[in-house]
């Protein structure tokens, strides 16, 4: 969410068919746009940072919407970091995502994706997630195990 707005994504429950952003006011209980990203694939993961708002696709597809004027951006293709389910977040000036395999970061000038943390197989039950806290360190899972990561070299 971003100033009272819900970001909201999603697709079909395979792989095939397209996403759906949707930006829903939920105090008004109305739906205010909706984009598709074109990726040919739903949602895995949405994350907002300052007037971006990020997006992975279940087949590696990243894509970036220009908030304000409602358009995309920025596409790529990040199969090689991840595909399926995995998920964002927003810290220290830039957007970090995981998959099964994979932490990495997404710069938010130039929307390059670099590893931070490779080889996690992490071991999820309900698909990969991330979080940070107030001090800006990351959380997932690397095997079984929860690690830590301090990426502040990198802000």
């Not at 087949?59 to 399926?84: Q, T, W, Y």
């Not at 710069?107 to 800006?136: C, L, P, R």
């Not at 990351?138 to 095997?143: A, E, I, K, N, P």
Request: no cysteine.
């Amino acid at each position: 969410t971003r100033n009272g707005v819900a970001f909201l994504g999603g697709g079909l429950s395979s792989l095939e068919g397209a996403g759906t952003v949707v930006a829903f006011d939920p105090v008004a209980g109305r739906e205010l746009w909706r984009i598709e990203p074109e990726m040919k694939a739903g949602l895995a993961a949405l994350a907002v940072h300052g007037k971006h708002l990020y997006g992975m696709t279940r087949k590696g597809g990243l894509f970036v919407v220009d908030v304000p004027k409602r358009r995309i951006v920025h596409r790529s293709d990040i199969s090689a970091v991840s595909r399926g389910f995995g998920a964002l977040v927003a810290n220290r000036g830039h957007i970090y995502g995981v998959s099964d395999t994979t932490v990495f970061r997404i710069d938010s000038k130039t929307f390059a994706v670099s590893t931070i943390m490779a080889d996690t197989d992490g071991g999820w039950y309900s698909g990969s997630h991330i979080a940070n806290d107030e001090s800006g360190y990351l959380y997932t899972m690397r095997g079984r195990n929860l690690v830590r990561i301090n990426d502040r070299s990198r802000t």
